[in-house]
């Protein structure tokens, strides 16, 4: 059973940031190299960064799966839809729907807070997962590249879901 808790304290913030780190090394160092992931993880995953985001307005929920800590999300609302900053799953839960189950909770927060669309960027080169999010409904709707400093650019797609 997958269940979602909304993440408040720095503590909350700390277990996210150090699975955010695992997830990180694992997934983003073929995409983008490992000092990009390093630059990344310390001012877009930490628990300084995360706490933050979330006293700027972004939410925060842990994902647990059979009580078990193996994700998490990052959503916020902008006009009439949810940015979907981070969803994010441990390698080894993953294909076990949790992803989807993940999707889905956050599908129904955006009609919560009566949204009309779920927007989000994915690296372009992150195949696998915009083959997932294209398969839960989800649209390209342009490209970005923006610099995060340091000689370091994220390099997205945008995604739509419209609901």
């Known amino acids: 059973m ?14 996210i940031a150090a699975l955010a780190d695992i997830i990180w090394r694992e997934h983003y160092k073929p995409i983008i190299g490992v000092e990009q992931v390093n630059y990344m993880v310390k001012n877009y995953q930490s628990a300084d960064a995360m706490y933050s985001q979330y006293n700027d307005g972004y939410i925060y ?31 080894d839960f993953r294909g076990q729907k949790i992803g989807k189950s993940a999707m889905e909770f956050v599908q129904s927060k955006a009609i919560e807070m009566n949204c009309k669309s779920i927007n989000l960027a994915v690296n372009r080169f992150n195949i696998n997962s915009i083959k997932a999010y294209e398969a839960m409904g989800f649209k390209t709707i342009g490209e970005t590249i923006t610099d995060i400093g340091n000689g370091f650019f994220m390099d997205d797609y945008k995604m739509e879901k419209l609901l």
């Open 2 to 15: 997958t269940e979602f808790f909304i993440a408040i304290t720095k503590e909350h913030f700390e277990d």
């Open 61 to 91: 929920f842990k994902v647990h799966h059979n009580n078990q800590f193996v994700g998490y999300i990052s959503i916020k609302k902008q006009d009439d839809s949810l940015f979907l900053s981070k969803i994010y799953v441990s390698k």
